[in-house]
Structure formats: structure tokens, C-alpha cells
């Protein structure tokens, strides 16, 4: 069972950029099993390591086609924008629409320190996208207008007010 806690929105944390990762350790293998098992604790299908207060480029997805552990991932292409309902484990209860890309093609270093290259679309280049999101300190409120802003506020008042006391996932 992880020990790690998912930070909630308002927490500092979810505001760092992640440091890039030199090499793929033992530290960092057990990172990613501890991210998963977090991850799959709480019903997610993506978790980045500023979510848990972790601040390497590392991030755990598993959108239908298995778990992805990478680290210091990089869009290389992306195409087709179009806008979906995403969640987030930081925001527990808050869904929005947002638009990205449908395709993308990332490159990242692998579980075992290994470069890939990855063509991803729909769930999983949205799932993607979002947890690459988190690694540079950005979050789903970053991305929506006023208008859906005002429609989730008592609840993005709530999330902050729980960080604040120190309310964890």
C-alpha cells in the first residue's frame, strides 16, 4: 500500500515545476509503484509527482491499455484539438471541458531509464497531456474560462480551504 497523499488544489505543491529526471533509479522505479498504487487507490487514470508532493518529471497512466511510467515527457506533435469533460484527483468532485489536442506524440524515458516514443489519442493523449500539465505547475482551472470558473468556485473555495488545514487524498 503507497504512503503517498494526493495534494488537493490550494495546496503549493500543485504550483512547482517538477525537476527533470537524470536517470531512472531504484528511488525512482519505487516512486513510480508507489504513484500507481495511489493512483489506483483513488480511482484515477493519471498522477503526476507534484500531486504528491513529489517534484521530478515523473508521472503513472494507466487510461485502458495497461499502466505507463515515464519520465520527462515531451510533446513532439500534436493534432485534431478538440474539447472534453476532464477530471482531476487534485479536484476531487470538479469536472470541466477543456480542449487539447486528439493526437499527440510524446517521447519520454521509460520505467527502465529506456527513450520511447509514444503515439497516443483520445483518453490516453488526454490523460497525457493533463498529468504533463501538472508537471510544469499548470491545472485544469489554468485552462478554462470565466464562465465555467464561476460555475465550480464554491467548490474550488472548498478544495483550498481543505489544502489549507492540510487535507490529503
Do not use: W
Not at 490550494?10 to 525537476?19: E, H, I, N, V
Not at 480511482?43 to 508532493?53: R, S
Request: aromatic share 4%; net charge positive.
Amino acid at each position: 500500500m503507497s504512503n503517498l497523499k494526493i495534494r488537493l488544489y490550494g495546496d503549493p505543491a500543485l504550483r512547482k515545476k517538477a525537476s527533470p529526471v537524470g536517470k531512472i533509479t531504484a528511488e525512482e522505479k519505487k516512486l513510480f509503484e508507489n504513484m500507481a498504487q495511489a493512483m489506483y487507490a483513488a480511482g484515477g487514470v493519471g498522477l503526476a509527482g507534484p500531486q504528491v508532493n513529489i517534484n521530478k518529471q515523473l508521472l503513472v497512466i494507466d487510461a485502458g491499455a495497461g499502466l505507463f511510467k515515464l519520465a520527462n515527457p515531451k510533446i513532439l506533435k500534436a493534432v485534431c484539438v478538440k474539447s472534453g469533460e476532464e477530471g482531476c484527483l487534485s479536484f476531487p468532485e470538479v469536472t470541466v471541458k477543456i480542449k487539447r489536442p486528439e493526437k499527440i506524440v510524446v517521447e519520454a524515458l521509460n520505467h527502465e531509464g529506456v527513450k520511447i516514443r509514444i503515439e497516443a489519442e483520445g483518453l490516453f493523449a488526454r490523460a497525457l497531456q493533463h498529468e504533463m500539465d501538472h508537471l510544469m505547475g499548470v491545472m485544469i482551472v489554468d485552462r478554462i474560462g470565466m464562465r465555467q470558473r464561476l460555475l465550480i468556485l464554491p467548490k474550488l473555495k472548498r478544495l483550498k480551504k481543505m489544502a489549507k488545514e492540510g487535507i490529503t487524498r
